[in-house]
Nanobody, 122 residues
Framework: QVQLVESGGGLVQAGGSLSLSCAAS????????MGWFRQAPGKEREFAAA????????YYADSVKGRYTISRDNAKNTVYLQMNNLKPEDTGIYYC???????????????WGQGTQVTVSS
């Protein structure tokens, strides 16, 4: 019913930057929280950042706070993740997710994208 498609992943050296995009279709996200998660090789998926689709409230994991910025463009129904000062430990698959929960941060996410690979080299 809802499709989320990530793009923008790739290779970058430590200290560099990348910008990820997540295009949503199939539903209206005016009240949805949008989030970014990541999964490093051999590790569990972890929360990175979230933004209230309406209102602009943002929340970040401590590991990315100050380096990542989540934003959205309502007209394009797209969520972005700007990643600066990347570290090798930021390497992993980055997933976009959407939650219809009224709580923030959302306790659960209902829809997920397929992910985009981010690789940070030393």
């Amino acid at each position: 019913q809802v499709q989320l498609v990530e793009s923008g992943g790739g290779l970058v050296q430590a200290g560099g930057s990348l910008s990820l995009s997540c295009a949503a279709s199939g539903r209206t996200f005016s009240t949805y929280t949008m989030g970014w998660f990541r999964q490093a090789p051999g590790k569990e998926r972890e929360f990175a950042a979230a933004i209230r689709w309406s209102g602009g409230t943002r929340y970040y994991a401590d590991s990315v706070k100050g380096r990542y910025t989540i934003s959205r463009d309502n007209a394009k129904n797209t969520v972005y993740l700007q990643m600066n000062n990347l570290k090798p430990e930021d390497t992993g698959i980055y997933y976009c997710a959407a939650s219809a929960s009224t709580s923030f941060p959302a306790l659960r996410y209902d829809y997920w994208g397929q992910g985009t690979q981010v690789t940070v080299s030393s």
